[in-house]
């Protein structure tokens, strides 16, 4: 007997990434249609291991439907979470519905929107194999219906092709509350809408997870409710998992041998804040990390997302963060343990501040916002703190006077240390300002563009070296990949594309290179 229900995701969502949740961005750049999907699948996105057909690990969002719809009264035997190269193997006569999680369907989520056209060699390696995948099954249409959820799923609504891909019904927002009634009415032959709005689930809707999820995620909190416009937790209202959720969680990933912690939340300082002017709660911040770490098994923890007032309005509690954290670190700097989580900057101009991130800056000012970051950042990099921070270029009306501003704004962070991530301005579908033209490389200014230049520049000259010796330890390999293999692939690249580009492409591309090429061995 095969499954009634089959959970899956594209196959650059269904790996660890060599166990590194920084390296699954790289999933959002273009697919090179030189370089073969098994080469890919070997050294980037690596299938997770499968025990049978069921996966030995998958994605969070899948683990929460696959332990909903258990609780909804199916049974082991009728649902199973599988690598989308299972799929003919798995489903049988038995099959009525695949379900899939997708961050990126289609490529339009920011980074890969940004980056796989910047670097102009073809669509997103998220978007390949969102396509492989709906390839497989457009043949078993319309026997299995298929659904989408996700937080990418509005991708497949904005650019009207469900039926292209095949796909019977997207889900848009949280779907733990609805997962169960929808199954059921699908299986019964109702008339489902093709369009499902999730809602909000309460802390009791929000299931444990029965399996292990990729790099052991487990949720801590569920919105964030300072408003930003351009942001999908905007609509969501803020929710702490109790610490035994917590616990229950991080015990199923380490039952399965799973030692790494990836903590899931829009904001670490959220957890168990419950006033509007966002100061945090330092017992019950510590508290759950303690819960966390008291688990036998856990050997590295590391926080998903951070805001930055609260670093100045608590700085002792980033130091007492910091003490825990840096002995369950996972990223290191010359074999010196640090922290890092991502943190959004987005921009230095105040003024896109006050129109469209109000609520950033609380309890602050929207005017103090570049003094906010440069102070917190400051903080954070005592406590060896090293964040990786976000940037939008392109919101709405941005002025050369704000990109100016942003400009200012990288001048004096380049004292400090973090990673630096420029996106292009996307107007999701569940944000305010979905109905805004999004950003597109064409379009952009010369300043607008210089902020992608300074922003690279800065990361290469300050991570350049300890990336490579890291994920490197050979000194002779190190080399062959500096001195031959990287000047290979540029002077192809270049060759082939780059030199046929336009001009900007092509000086940057040489630019670029020219920094790479100085990284000592
Ligand atoms: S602070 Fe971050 S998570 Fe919260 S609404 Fe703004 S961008 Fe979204």
């Not at 339009?108 to 669509?123: E, M, R």
């Not at 270049?494 to 030199?499: I, T």
Request: aromatic share 10%.
């Amino acid at each position: 007997m095969c499954a009634k229900i089959i959970l899956t995701a594209p196959a650059t969502e269904m790996s660890d990434y060599n166990g590194s949740p920084f390296y699954a961005f790289t999933a959002s750049f273009s697919k090179p249609s030189f370089i073969p999907r098994f080469l890919l699948k070997k050294f980037l996105y690596k299938p997770v291991p499968s025990e049978g057909l069921h996966v030995s690990r998958a994605p969070y969002g899948l683990r929460k439907i696959e332990a909903k719809l258990l609780e909804a009264g199916f049974s082991e035997d009728e649902v199973l979470t599988i690598h989308p190269d299972n799929l003919e193997k798995a489903i049988g006569d038995d099959t009525k519905i695949v379900c899939i999680s997708s961050m990126d369907p289609l490529g339009l989520a920011f980074v890969s929107i940004t980056y796989s056209t910047i670097l102009g060699l073809g669509d997103s390696m998220t978007f390949y194999e969102f396509k492989r995948l709906s390839q497989i099954l457009l043949k078993y249409r319309p026997r299995i219906k298929v659904i989408v959820g996700g937080a990418g799923s509005w991708q497949l609504i904005r650019k009207n092709v469900m039926e292209k891909y095949g796909v019977d019904h997207v889900v848009i927002g949280e779907g733990e509350s609805i997962i169960g009634d929808l199954i059921h009415r699908i299986l019964n032959g109702e008339n489902v809408e093709k369009i499902v709005r999730g809602s909000l689930s309460s802390i009791d809707e929000i299931p444990i997870i029965r399996r292990p999820a990729i790099h052991g995620i487990v949720e801590i909190t569920r919105g964030c409710g300072r408003g930003c416009q351009f942001c999908s937790p905007t609509l969501q209202v803020r929710r702490s998992m109790p610490l035994d959720k917590i616990r229950k969680e991080v015990e199923v990933n380490v039952k399965a041998g799973e030692n790494f912690i990836l903590i899931a939340t829009d904001d670490i300082f959220l957890y168990g804040c419950n006033n509007s002017r966002f100061i945090p709660n330092e017992k019950a911040i510590l508290k759950m990390l303690d819960t966390i770490i008291g688990v036998e098994g856990v050997k590295y923890v590391q926080p998903a997302h951070s805001s930055m007032p609260p670093v100045l309005l608590n700085k002792n509690l980033v130091k007492k963060m910091a003490e825990i954290l840096l002995n369950y670190s996972y990223y290191s700097i010359n074999g010196k343990p640090i922290v890092t989580t991502e943190i959004g900057i987005e921009t230095g101009s105040s003024n896109l501040i006050k129109k469209y991130m109000i609520g950033k800056p609380i309890p602050f000012k929207p005017e103090e916002w570049s003094k906010i970051v440069i102070e917190s950042i400051t903080i954070m990099n005592e406590n060896e703190w090293y964040p990786l921070g976000t940037l939008i270029v392109g919101l709405p009306g941005e002025t050369e006077e704000d990109v100016i501003q942003t400009l200012e704004l990288l001048d004096e962070l380049s004292r400090l240390k973090l990673f630096l991530v420029p996106l292009f301005f996307v107007p999701e579908e569940t944000c305010y300002l979905k109905n805004q033209r999004e950003t597109v490389f064409e379009n952009l200014s010369e300043l607008q563009r210089e902020v992608f230049v300074k922003a690279w520049k800065y990361n290469i000259k300050i991570w350049g070296e300890s990336f490579y010796k890291n994920r490197f330890k050979n000194p002779i390999s190190r080399k062959i990949l500096l001195k031959y293999i990287y000047p290979l692939i540029f002077y192809l690249l270049y060759g082939l594309k780059y030199r046929w580009m336009d001009e900007w492409r092509r000086n940057t591309a040489k630019e670029i290179y020219d920094v790479i090429r100085k990284i000592p061995c």
